[in-house]
T-cell receptor
Framework: NAGVMQNPRHLVRRRGQEARLRCSPM?????VYWYRQLPEEGLKFMVY????????ESGMPKERFSAEFPKEGPSILRIQQVVRGDSAAYFC?????????????FGPGTRLLVL | AQSVTQLGSHVSVSEGALVLLRCNYS??????LFWYVQYPNQGLQLLLK??????LVKGINGFEAEFKKSETSFHLTKPSAHMSDAAEYFC??????????????FGPGTSLSVIP
């Protein structure tokens, strides 16, 4: 059973470009979470999605950031017009249910560097 | 509101010594508690979790944690540190609520160094 897959693992963008980060959850998981980890900092929740629905985007910046989890295909975190402050590791996690006792399984992350 | 604190952003131990990483939480209802480990340039891996079945929880790689309600703590321990234990460790808490989903809150992390 494959784990959570994320690609690309590393992404370099120039200021003003767009970054697209992909996440395929574990087989059978329909709950996806995105987190951001800035250098020397902990994990910050960004958004929680179920298939075709955004459930909680309270941690996502209001501008330039968007996320989707279509019926078919991976979840996408999109950052438009990137700035240097967007440089971070972005992690995706998935779970079988969204309940408290359930484990979230993490992908290897995408490390975004904005030049 | 729930929160998690981890005392000590950096901890150094000698190889073979006891590892103790501290985690305290705040919540008004019984929590679910997790410890994750993150090796350099990798994602988070679950070490162990507390789901109210037993207060002493054993995890992978020889780690264990004890839930102490009176102290609102869930400290992570390992009797003898190994060089391969050098990593970032995150404590997390989640509460069963009445909303459609239960959010997981992560602590700021503790970086463990193991000295040969």
């Amino acid at each position: 059973n494959a784990g959570v897959m994320q690609n690309p693992r590393h992404l370099v963008r120039r200021r003003g470009q767009e970054a697209r980060l992909r996440c395929s959850p574990m087989k059978g998981h329909s709950h996806v979470y995105w987190y951001r980890q800035l250098p020397e900092e902990g994990l910050k929740f960004m958004v929680y999605l179920q298939k075709e629905n955004i459930i909680d985007e309270s941690g996502m910046p209001k501008e330039r950031f968007s996320a989707e989890f279509p019926k078919e295909g991976p979840s996408i975190l999109r950052i438009q017009q990137v700035v240097r402050g967007d440089s971070a590791a972005y992690f995706c996690a998935s779970s079988l249910t969204p309940r408290a006792r359930e484990t979230q399984y993490f992908g290897p992350g995408t490390r975004l560097l904005v030049l | 509101a729930q929160s998690v604190t981890q005392l000590g952003s950096h901890v150094s131990v000698s190889e073979g010594a006891l590892v103790l990483l501290r985690c305290n939480y705040s919540s008004s209802v019984p929590p679910y508690l997790f410890w994750y480990v993150q090796y350099p340039n990798q994602g988070l891996q679950l070490l162990l979790k507390y789901t109210s079945a037993a207060t002493l929880v054993k995890g992978i790689n020889g780690f264990e944690a004890e839930f102490k309600k009176s102290e609102t703590s869930f400290h992570l321990t390992k009797p003898s540190a190994h060089m391969s234990d050098a990593a970032e460790y995150f404590c997390a808490v989640s509460l069963s609520g009445k909303t459609s989903y239960d959010k997981v809150i992560f602590g700021p992390g503790t970086s463990l160094s193991v000295i040969p």
